[in-house]
């Protein structure tokens, strides 16, 4: 007996410690991750740039300022190493005063500690996370995002900080007061993500909003990342994309004073919303937001990135051949007049949908008829039946109690 | 209609009990009810989508299935009625046996006046009616076209890309329109009017059991009993069957 008690117990401890290792690797493994950024000297202060530098830009130029230097990587992919001075002191990282060291950290005095990488996107992906080290919030966003993940993934195309940003020319994009876009900074988003996303961009280009921010800079009209997200994009092919879109689009459309400097309708979220395809995807957005959902959101008529007016003389949906093209999509035997199933935003009225205006009105005036008569009658009944029995009890309560034969006189008289 | 007559012992005294709804007309109504309340049950919910309640029934799609699908069953016995019942009247029209009973006339617009100024002590003179009294013709005409209006309007809901064939697309938010509006006045209808009559004015359960009794058909049917005792007494001094 105490052989097996001892043996538990051994067990017991060997088993609680062993988890509390296991634990403790769990941890490590998580700190191995974000090992790069934490190695990063940390300042007191991220935001400000570190005044005791040590080693000037000018050094870093020395070399660096001369084109044509660079290294071979291991798979024979040329790095160049060379860096516009101009650029540099031209970007918002420059104008700031922040020195080349603060990102590049690892660099040290000369001659550099060995360094190299795969390939030059290696070399890309291995440098990319010095962003971290001021701009922790972004970064982890993008982290999350569609590009994070896909990154993750093993796909080593996803798109990181310098992609868009670049590493030396990093251009100022938000009022540091209000944190709104720079006017100057609308038409450049869509071009950064055509450099991955160029089919897109061509179709976006030929939009009504893509029209007006690259013809106009109009600052109205969406770009990318006022429908996607700036940092933390997410994945448009999923159902909750999908089931929430709506609302993205009803962001701007029902802005009254937004939509009132181009006479468009607000009544869009409302009027899809009260009509079948509207009612189903909102509930469904509140109560079920992962489900697939096969009605239509706005995208499945107005189009994803190639939306046009529905007054366009060509492919406009007002035109009811052009909506029929996308009713097909989901119902494909409907005919030609099938489109007008579709209320088209509007609110019923004397003009449009005639025929639900005045079923609609018809029964305005019929439920009030019909539940004022029948209320009358039965009110009049139960009135006339309460007083009946009253005047009954009045009646009969000297001499007799009531009897049959006597309700049947009054019923009679 | 024939009266069967009951002789009991003792007190001598004959007990008549009428038949008043034939067996066909008691199952009729008994599908009626259980597929309208059904429809009405499995409708209000697609009705009122916007409310908190009907997003608790209604949350994932294979609900809204599942609710329609019971809804679609439920309808397609409607629909049968329907047909049984219309069926049945063109027979009996064409061999000239439909009772005539139900058909509104001038004596109901009288009988509604004659009511209100008797509900309104105006006069003192209650209407006597045949058998059916004109609530009861209200009751029965109002459904039949509402139900008319249902079933109509439910198909074309049912079938939008077969009937925009013929039809323009406008009728297609016609029908939801008048579909879901005319499910509440029917519901509307049936709780106030219908109700009512059948179970606070009086409860009277005729269409379940068939029969009301002497007293019942004096009181409210009385030209109908007039009418049915004199045939019987014929037919008992004729000898002619019943």
Redesign the interface.
């Known amino acids: 007996m105490p052989v097996r008690r001892a043996l538990n117990s051994f067990i017991l401890i060997s088993s609680v410690f062993l988890f509390i290792l296991a634990l403790f690797s769990v941890d490590d493994r998580h700190e191995n991750q974000i090992a790069y950024a934490a190695a990063l000297p940390q300042s007191s202060n991220p935001g400000e740039p570190t005044p005791q530098m040590s080693i000037s830009d000018e050094t870093c130029l020395g070399c660096h300022g001369q084109p044509g230097l660079t290294m071979t990587l291991e798979n024979g992919d040329v790095l160049d190493l060379y860096v516009s001075g101009e650029d540099h002191a031209a970007s918002i990282h420059g104008q700031k005063g922040y020195a080349c060291v603060q990102c590049h950290t690892l660099v040290g005095n000369y001659p550099h500690p060995a360094w190299t990488a795969a390939n030059r996107r290696d070399a890309t992906l291995s440098l990319n996370p010095v962003c971290y080290r001021c701009h922790s919030g972004q970064f982890e966003k993008a982290q999350d995002s569609v590009h994070g993940a896909a990154l993750a993934s093993g796909n080593q195309n996803a798109a990181v900080c310098v992609d868009c940003h670049t590493a030396h020319t990093v251009k100022q994009l938000t009022d540091p007061k209000t944190g709104e876009l720079l006017p100057s900074s609308h038409v450049l988003i869509p071009q950064m993500c055509a450099q991955c996303h160029n089919a897109i961009y061509q179709k976006y280009a030929t939009s009504v909003h893509g029209v007006a921010l690259i013809d106009e800079n109009n600052q109205d009209v969406p770009t990318c990342i006022s429908c996607h997200g700036v940092h933390n994009i997410a994945d448009p092919t999923t159902a909750n994309f999908r089931l929430n879109s709506p609302k993205i689009c009803a962001e701007c459309h029902t802005d009254k004073k937004l939509m009132g400097k181009y006479g468009i309708s607000t009544d869009v979220l409302s009027t899809y919303v009260a009509d079948f395809h509207g009612t189903t995807v909102s509930v469904f957005e509140k109560q079920s937001p992962d489900a697939e959902v096969n009605k239509a959101v706005c995208y499945d008529c107005h189009g994803i990135h190639d939306i046009q007016r529905v007054d366009d003389p060509v492919s406009g949906i007002q035109i009811k051949e052009n909506l029929l093209v996308r009713c097909k999509v989901c119902h494909p035997d409907a005919t030609t007049n099938f489109p007008s199933a579709w209320l088209s935003h509007y609110i019923p009225s004397a003009e449009n949908n005639r025929l639900v205006y005045y079923v609609e009105l018809f029964y305005k005036f019929f439920i009030p008829v019909v539940i004022g008569g029948m209320g009358f009658l039965v009110a009049l009944d139960v009135g006339h039946s309460i007083f009946m029995k009253y005047q009954k009890r009045k009646k009969s309560l000297p001499p007799t109690p009531p009897s049959q034969t006597q309700v049947e006189e009054v019923q009679n008289g | 209609m024939s009266a069967s007559i009951r002789n009991e012992e003792a007190p001598v005294r004959a007990v008549h009990i009428f038949r008043r709804f034939t067996l066909s007309q008691r199952w009729e109504h008994w599908i009626l009810l259980l597929s309208g309340s059904i429809l009405l049950l499995t409708g209000l919910p697609q009705k009122y989508?916007?409310a908190s309640w009907s997003?608790?029934i209604?949350?994932?799609?294979d609900r809204?299935k599942a609710i329609q699908t019971i809804h679609h069953i439920a309808a397609a016995f409607l629909i049968l009625l329907v047909l049984y019942h219309l069926g049945k009247g063109t027979v009996l029209l064409a061999r000239r046996k439909l009772p005539g009973d139900i058909f509104p006339n001038r004596k109901d617009l009288i009988d509604a006046w004659k009511?209100?100024k008797?509900?309104?002590?105006i006069s003192?003179e209650?209407p006597v009616y045949g058998k059916y009294n004109f609530?009861q013709k209200v009751t029965y005409w109002?459904l039949f076209f509402g139900i008319g209006i249902m079933v109509v309007s439910g198909l074309i809901l049912l079938f939008?890309?077969f009937v925009?064939?013929f039809?323009?697309?406008?009728?297609?938010?016609?029908a939801?329109?008048?579909h879901s509006?005319?499910a509440?006045?029917a519901m509307?209808?049936v709780v106030?009017?219908h109700f009512?009559h059948v179970h606070?004015?009086r409860l009277n359960l005729s269409i379940f059991t068939g029969k009301l009794n002497e007293d019942e058909m004096k009181?409210y049917h009385a030209l109908e009993y007039k009418r049915l005792m004199a045939q019987t007494q014929k037919e008992t001094e004729t000898g002619g069957k019943s």
């Open positions: 989508r916007t997003q608790y209604l949350s994932t799609p809204v009511m209100v008797f509900l309104l002590f003192k209650k609530e109002f939008p890309i925009t064939r039809l323009p697309g406008g009728v297609v938010p016609a939801l329109m008048s509006t005319e509440v006045v509307i209808f106030i009017w009512y606070l004015e009181k």
